[in-house]
């Protein structure tokens, strides 16, 4: 066996260090070449053990009737906003309730997973606000006898919720007091229409439901 000669003037062996620089250079372009699967999406907004009070029946399904209406409480249009461009403030959650009757005055109560109610301008710590309280004597609500309440940013806080509608007073109106209320969550709207009379079997309704 030959054993190798020596190396022609003029070509030199390349050092290991330098033969090793390409191979981790091709290594590091092949590993930039590998697709990262993008993180799985989240799941929707789905209410689940949903309760309401007897006699409360509950719309899922949604007509549209065109353009969106104001101050009823409706998802009109059906693209999950309620109310949309009338001057209420909307979110991934929202609920919001409206009565004809001017002179009665119907409250939306709305508490989060920590029991914490939804206030008028001051918002829960799960991100939950009231943005007005009808009717009032200044006269804001113009005779729109609406309240909403929304989620003001964020994702909604996972847990139980509890919306309560109760008629605080009936002043002049004749009973019994017609309400919608509608809840947005997520990307679907629900609704649902009931009466609320002065006794205590009547004059409130409620839904609770969980995330």
């Not at 991934?92 to 009565?99: E, P």
């Not at 109610?117 to 799960?126: C, F, H, I, K, N």
């Not at 709207?189 to 009466?195: K, P």
């Amino acid at each position: 066996m030959r054993s190798p000669g020596p190396l022609r003037r003029g070509h030199r062996a390349l050092p290991r260090v330098a033969l090793a620089l390409p191979r981790a250079a091709l290594a590091l372009l092949l590993a930039g070449c590998i697709e990262v699967p993008p993180p799985p999406p989240k799941p929707p907004l789905e209410p689940k053990d949903l309760k309401v009070s007897e006699g409360v029946g509950l719309e899922v399904a949604c007509t549209p009737t065109g353009v969106e209406l104001c101050f009823d409480a409706r998802d009109n249009n059906c693209n999950g906003v309620i109310d949309e461009g009338c001057g209420l403030h909307t979110g991934i959650l929202q609920f919001t309730i409206a009565w004809e009757e001017s002179e009665a005055d119907v409250d939306l109560n709305v508490y989060d997973p920590t029991g914490e109610l939804a206030r008028v301008g001051e918002p829960t710590a799960s991100g939950l606000m009231k943005d007005r309280d009808c009717p009032r004597a200044t006269g804001e609500c113009q005779e729109q006898n609406v309240e909403n309440v929304f989620l003001t940013e964020g994702e909604p806080a996972r847990g139980r919720y509890r919306v309560v509608v109760r008629l605080d007073k009936l002043n002049d109106a004749t009973a019994p007091i017609r309400v919608r209320l509608s809840a947005r969550i997520g990307q679907r709207s629900y609704s649902m229409a009931f009466d609320l009379s002065p006794s205590a079997a009547t004059e409130e309704k409620s839904v609770e439901f969980t995330l």
